[in-house]
């Protein structure tokens, strides 16, 4: 990986939220202190479902998902939904059945988690398993953005995804309503910016880490959900097109990939380096 060491341009922002999804399109845990590591957040999106065929599944097929909570105490998930028992987890799997997956276009690889795989498929009323990728899975970030050693692990495509307050609240003000910033599932949220301030940055220093801010985050519809029930709408993506559209995809937060791994904490000044 890069050096984590750079001098720094200015002081733009501070670290406000931090959050993980340990189980991709399913309930988020926000933090205080959280170890970046070279996929992205410790236990982000580690967990995945998939269908029969392998394919991944998330909240664009499946609105129940957005019902799901997720605890986490002395190395283990609770995850809970209504009209279920809880289901526990560990946070992580070093042995089971390994299957084929995809993301996307990636095909890689996953634990099967057979116990979970039951409570999910009666969550959804269909077939699902769950799959968690082990520590040496390797799923390279595409080379277009990205250097040769940079992975992640179930994210859409990117270690980090990077939103700041103030592009939310630009986005609140025109849209009308209240809207919560979980709808976009972002694992970092800066504080102290001009509106979609982060669009300019290419590398930014957190704390003693560099991270290379690579690409604008195109959205899908997931945003339009509620994240309480799951239940759709045109909004945001409808007012975002309106005024973030480019190339006929809508943009909103960066895609970002860590230098070097540590930790990173509310209320880190986020610095601006390039």
């Not at 399109?25 to 065929?53: H, I, K, N, Y």
């Not at 997720?70 to 799997?93: H, K, M, N, W, Y």
């Not at 690409?215 to 005024?243: H, V």
Request: hydrophobic content about 40%; glycine content about 8%; some cysteine.
């Amino acid at each position: 990986m890069r050096s984590c060491y750079a001098p720094a341009r200015s002081v733009k922002a501070r670290v406000s939220t931090l959050s993980v999804h340990p189980v991709k399109s399913c309930g988020g845990l926000q933090l205080a202190r959280a170890r970046v590591e070279r996929r992205g957040l410790a236990g982000d999106r580690r967990f995945m479902l998939v269908d029969d065929e392998g394919r991944f599944v998330t909240q664009r097929e499946e609105a129940a998902l957005a019902r799901t909570r997720v605890a986490r105490a002395d190395g283990r998930l609770t995850i809970t939904a209504p009209g279920l028992r809880p289901l526990e987890l560990p946070e992580s799997l070093a042995a089971g059945t390994r299957i084929a997956v995809q993301v996307w276009g990636d095909r890689t690889e996953g634990l099967l988690v057979p116990e979970a795989s039951t409570w999910f498929s009666g969550l959804v009323g269909r077939s699902l398993r769950l799959v968690y990728m082990p520590s040496d899975v390797r799923r390279a970030v595409d080379p277009t953005y990205a250097a040769p050693d940079d992975i992640v692990g179930f994210a859409d495509g990117f270690p980090l995804l990077l939103i700041s307050q103030a592009s939310l609240d630009s986005l609140v003000a025109r849209v009308g309503q209240p809207l919560e910033m979980r709808r976009f599932r972002p694992n970092v949220v800066v504080a102290g910016t001009e509106p979609h301030a982060e669009d300019g940055w290419r590398r930014i220093r957190i704390g003693a880490l560099t991270l290379r801010v690579v690409k604008p985050c195109s959205r899908c519809a997931i945003p339009t959900r509620d994240p309480d029930t799951g239940e759709a709408g045109k909004e945001p993506l409808a007012t975002l097109a309106s005024y973030r559209k480019v190339d006929g995809k809508v943009m909103f937060g960066m895609n970002v990939i860590p230098d070097c791994e540590g930790e990173i904490a509310v209320g880190d000044e986020v610095e601006v380096l390039a």
